[in-house]
């Protein structure tokens, strides 16, 4: 007899997707032929990068040779990877971070999950409201909480909400905590926390000998200079945080599959008998275990993300999502909508219109615009009441669905 992980059974069956997909599926059959625009998905929709093409082609033409074969990497990444990310995300940003603290993995997603196997049962863990689903489940499955209630809450969990009300910044929690996700530049609001925030964040954690996982993948959409990309940019992170990144969003590798966790070494967890425990050497040990690295190919690639001619071409694909984003904001509230985000992420978060709840707005716009998005309910109680738009499509699919909008 084969037992299941019981606590898989404790999820809300993956509630948001598949339902959107299910009235999107029920709407065409009944209109087969109004050609939908979806803004629901935070997937990137341009090109990859030139220079980063070129890597990876010449890296393939590598691996045909004898010479230029390479077999199994170094489980945290190549060198030289690790070096172009420390110099041009870290230390160019004044973060006193290096090489040896920087894991290249597939994905952020998977990092921002895997990371509760070397943290114990037991923590007290803080998530916002809204969240980035991925945060919570990979907590219930690991069986870091108990059952969810009527509202989708998890026992076990504190939920901070982040909603108009207190401008989208995240509140303390009034009970201590043990382990904290932020993500900012936010999914799904596109809220960012000031360097004071953080500050206060990092404070708290030092005191309460907290753990921040912090997950910067929108940190290059960023506008405002006075904005931190980076927990490290705040004194005292390296005795209490974890940094997430990823290529996915900045360099549109969703498909390729690049990203990095930020390991500080002297970075401390305690033992159950109550002794420092450095978490580098516990997170190299699950990574070498458990993990193979990225291919050699997928590496060169990112690497020439940090190539002068690779920069500018990231610069041009920001610039192209946040030009979509600016005119989201701009023909939203033109609209008459109250808007959020959207400025320095590519999500704008919509009031929802008096007397309509999020999927209320969301069946208005499926069925009078033909236009798809995401309702805010479905990253949390506090979304009830919001509703996101995302900036990744093209220019003319967004014009277009912006026009239904206005027509209204
Ligand atoms: C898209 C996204 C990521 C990136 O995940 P990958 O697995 O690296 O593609 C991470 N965090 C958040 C909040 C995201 O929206």
Not at 10 to 38: H, M, Q, T
Not at 314 to 321: D, E, G, M, T
Request: with cysteine; aromatic share 10%; proline share 5%.
């Amino acid at each position: 007899m084969a037992l299941v992980n019981g606590n898989y059974l404790k999820l809300k069956a993956g509630y948001l997707f598949p339902e959107i997909g299910r009235r999107v599926k029920a709407f065409s059959e009944a209109n087969p032929d109004a050609a939908l625009i979806r803004l629901g998905i935070g997937d990137v929709t341009e090109p990859l990068p030139q220079a980063c093409r070129d890597a990876m082609k010449n890296a393939i033409d590598e691996m045909g040779t004898r010479d230029g074969f390479h077999g199994y990497g170094p489980e945290q990444g190549y060198a030289w990877l690790r070096e172009a990310i420390a110099k041009h995300d870290f230390q160019s940003r004044g973060c006193d971070i290096s090489a040896e603290e920087i894991f290249v993995s597939d994905g952020s997603k998977c990092d921002s999950s895997n990371i509760l196997d070397i943290l114990g049962e037991g923590n007290r863990i803080a998530v916002t409201d809204p969240v980035y689903p991925v945060y919570v489940d990979s907590n219930v499955m690991a069986g870091r909480t108990g059952d969810a209630n009527e509202g989708g809450q998890y026992g076990g969990l504190s939920y901070l909400p982040i909603t108009a009300a207190n401008d989208f910044t995240a509140p303390l929690p009034s009970s201590p905590v043990d382990l904290i996700y932020l993500c900012f530049p936010n999914n799904p609001t596109g809220a960012v926390a000031s360097r004071e925030q953080l500050k206060s964040w990092v404070d708290y954690a030092l005191e309460h000998k907290a753990l921040i996982l912090f997950d910067a993948a929108y940190e290059a959409f960023i506008q405002d200079p006075a904005i931190p990309h980076s927990i490290f940019e705040i004194e005292g992170a390296r005795q209490c945080a974890i940094e997430f990144r990823s290529f996915s969003k900045n360099a549109g590798f969703t498909g390729t599959r690049c990203a990095l966790t930020v390991v500080p070494k002297g970075l401390m967890g305690t033992s159950a008998t109550g002794e420092q425990v450095e978490l580098w050497g516990l997170w190299n040990r699950r990574q070498s275990t458990k993990f193979n690295g990225v291919s050699y190919i997928v590496q060169r690639g990112a690497e020439a993300v940090y190539s002068e001619q690779g920069q500018a071409e990231v610069k041009a694909l920001i610039s192209f999502y946040m030009e979509n984003a600016a005119i989201i904001r701009r023909e939203l509230s033109a609209a008459g909508l109250t808007i959020y985000g959207g400025e320095h992420a590519p999500y704008v978060w919509i009031k929802t219109p008096e007397g309509m709840d999020s999927w209320g707005f969301f069946d208005h716009l499926l069925n009078k615009a033909n236009v798809v998005g995401t309702p805010g309910s479905g990253f949390g109680a506090a979304g009830e009441g919001y509703f996101r738009l995302s900036a990744f499509n093209s220019r003319s699919n967004v014009d277009e669905a912006m026009r239904r909008i206005r027509a209204l």
